[in-house]
């Protein structure tokens, strides 16, 4: 439980205005972390107080998600579920009017579309496949053997 | 080891907070909703218990100063009022709950001599 608390405790959340004159982060309790205001938001006169707030608010509900999806790594999600119940705070990601995200069929077709007319059908070659495994997990162990860190230095 | 059964450790917690709350909503149903204020001449910041931003004003004399200025100065009242609601909430809650369990939830007494007390008044 004192896991949770840590998990809950370490998670924030960020949100801006629709013309990023806003951004604020806060943390799981909804404390403000940081607030940053573009220089033409003081054009907004007597609405930048309301909208500090709103957007406020809009990260607190993204900062308990993020809780909530530490929460579920560690618990799973029928505990995590428990967890929202006895709070009485479900997790943003389950209102009604929430974004549902895209489903795996619009995934796969929005990304055969990307790939185009690149090779599409990786499954007709599955009898040789496993052999073409072994041989590419080889090369790679030799890879990794070879691989020198330092050649991820910015510098050289 | 014995199995963790957890419908009765749920119905234990349950338990536990339902009295918790009901004793505390008590004491909120006679001081109110509890909320942390602080407030400069040209910015007033109000935020409930745990710091989220309820109230933001900000009064036309103080956009002369920029965007970083109010910006800046938000994040300091903010951070001013979310430890007097911590505070309020601690003096409420600390007879019906933990002072451990109260500060985990961030909710800690303002030393009288702390300059972000309500009371603090020295030098002013």
Do not use: C
């Amino acid at each position: 439980m004192a896991r949770v608390d840590e998990l809950l405790a370490s998670a924030s959340g960020t949100a801006h205005d629709l013309d990023n004159q806003v951004e604020a982060t806060v943390d799981g309790r909804g404390k403000l972390l940081r607030l940053w205001l573009a220089p033409s938001a003081v054009n907004l006169g007597d609405r930048l107080g309301p909208l500090v707030v709103e957007i406020a608010q809009a990260a607190m509900r993204e900062a308990t998600q993020d809780g909530y999806n530490k929460v579920a790594l560690l618990l799973g999600e029928d505990m995590t579920f428990m967890i929202e119940q006895m709070t009485g705070m479900p997790a943003p990601a389950r209102a009604e009017d929430d974004d549902p995200g895209m489903t795996v069929e619009e995934f796969q077709r929005l990304r055969a579309e990307r790939l185009g007319s690149a090779p599409a059908a990786p499954s007709s070659a599955s009898a040789p496949a496993s052999s073409e495994a072994s041989g590419a997990s080889e090369d790679e162990d030799a890879y990794w053997e070879s691989f020198d860190p330092a050649s991820l230095r910015s510098d050289r | 080891m014995a199995e963790f059964d957890v419908d009765l450790a749920a119905a234990r917690v349950a338990e536990q907070a339902e009295r918790a709350g009901a004793e505390a909503s008590a004491r909120f149903a006679r001081s109110g909703p509890v909320v942390g204020k602080a407030s400069t001449d040209a910015i007033e910041v109000q935020v409930a218990p745990g710091g989220l931003l309820t109230g933001v004003t900000i009064h036309r004399s103080a956009l002369r100063h920029g965007s970083t200025v109010i910006a800046d100065q938000i994040l300091e009242l903010a951070q001013r009022a979310t430890r007097r609601a911590g505070d309020k909430m601690y003096h409420a809650l600390s007879s019906v709950v933990d002072a451990e369990q109260l500060e985990t939830l961030g909710y800690e007494p303002i030393p009288d001599d702390d300059p972000d007390a309500d009371t603090y008044s020295y030098g002013r």
